[in-house]
């Protein structure tokens, strides 16, 4: 129970992996007539308004090259790479290393997509049935190809109309500029990263991209973002002595009470997040705040369940139960079951365990 039997050190919890951005290669200044993508014909791709738990970059119904309507939904939960190709231009043999990353990666969750198109100087003139048997019989390609298709212009499909708008794609958008730029989509949906023509599928660049987009897990669907930093603190007494004021190590770390009455945020009325005194996480929003007249803030939920913990607190001759910081263990107060609706819950705290970051 003493926090001075504590080993000092961060331990990072939750795997949090960044890639957009970095990733992201951008090229030269666009050639084309911006005029002609506002009124981009929608064609092709239909969007096949599925209810719910589809990536709206997945809710699509595009032809495969033999065809047939196949509804993109299918790869939901995958790692989704997709390229617009052609069959004569000079990046054409990027088709030998898709079709590696595609032998590679494919049993992990990958799916490359293809999607011939004649936009960039006419080098996909061929039929469906040209494309096909190009694909088969020089490169072996075994990844997902579609019908031939538009992917800039006035025939742009929905697809590639939402992967390079403004408004649905904001971290890549822009018009695609020549054959082989490649989209990459997280397991959840999110567009993570793009790549120019001249990045080769084998690149250590991509491949990292990749590797990392496998490695992270579809969320669950009622998981919502968490607001929480994920990252443990602990510290021995000494250091928390040095970083709090001695009321706020005898609250904080020692569980004791501040004065009812006497607190600053006891009747702050300002918007912002509360977070904790110690090691800033986020705990509270002012607008589940309200006026309980004990003398101490009181609140109604926690910003998110992961903010805070709860012990039982047998301190008093009374069970009551104890709320902690979820990312330092300092003591916050207490929460009673006589608070309003929604939740009935009144959480207790003490000011000088909370800082007020006030809303910009
Ligand atoms: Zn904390």
């Known amino acids: ?26 090229t030269a200044a666009n050639s084309h007539n911006p005029v002609q993508t ?6 092709e791709a239909k969007s096949s308004a599925k209810p719910s738990g ?4 997945l809710n699509f119904k595009m032809k495969n090259l033999s065809g047939q309507d196949v509804d993109l939904a299918r790869y939901k939960g995958r790692v989704v790479m997709m390229v617009n190709v052609a069959s004569k231009c000079g990046y054409t043999p990027q088709y030998a290393g898709l079709q590696a990353l595609h032998k590679k990666y494919a049993a992990k969750g990958l ?15 061929g039929s469906d049935a040209e494309i096909g048997e190009f694909c088969q019989k020089n490169y072996g390609v075994e990844f997902d190809m ?19 708008s403004e408004k ?3 971290k890549f958008a822009g018009e695609v500029k020549w054959n082989f730029e490649k989209f990459l989509i997280g397991r959840d ?17 991509m491949t990292k991209a990749i590797e990392a987009a496998l490695a992270a897990k579809a969320p669950a669907k009622t998981t919502p973002p968490a607001p929480t930093k994920a990252a443990k603190v602990i510290k021995t007494d000494a250091e928390w002595k040095r970083l709090l004021t001695p009321e706020q190590f005898y609250v904080m770390r020692q569980k004791g009470t501040e004065r009812a009455f006497t607190g600053k945020y006891n009747d702050a009325k300002e918007k912002g997040i509360y977070q904790c005194a110690a090691c800033g996480n986020e705990l509270f929003s002012s607008d589940t705040k309200f006026e309980s007249g004990t003398g101490w803030p009181s609140f109604w939920k926690p910003l998110a369940a992961q903010s805070i913990a709860t012990h039982a607190d047998t301190m008093l001759g009374m069970t009551r139960t104890e709320v902690v910081c979820s990312r330092c263990d300092a ?14 819950l009144r959480y207790c705290m003490n000011s000088v365990s909370l800082n007020l970051v006030p809303k910009q």
Do not use: C, W
């Open 38 to 43: 506002q009124i981009a014909a929608r064609t």
């Open 146 to 164: 579609f019908a031939k298709t538009a992917v800039t212009g006035a025939q742009k499909n929905a697809l590639y109309a939402l992967l390079t």
């Open 168 to 170: 649905t794609n904001p």
């Open 1 to 26: 129970m003493h926090d001075s039997l504590r080993t000092t050190g961060v331990v990072l919890a939750g795997a949090a992996f960044l890639l957009a951005g970095a990733v992201a290669t951008r």
């Open 189 to 205: 949906g999110e567009i993570l990263a793009r790549f120019r023509s001249n990045v080769a599928p084998d690149s250590e660049e």
């Open 111 to 125: 799916a490359i997509l293809g999607f011939p198109a004649n936009d960039f100087g006419a080098q996909e003139p």
């Open 331 to 344: 003591h916050l107060g207490h929460v009673f079951n006589d608070g309003p609706q929604p939740t009935g």
């Open 54 to 57: 589809v990536p709206a970059v």
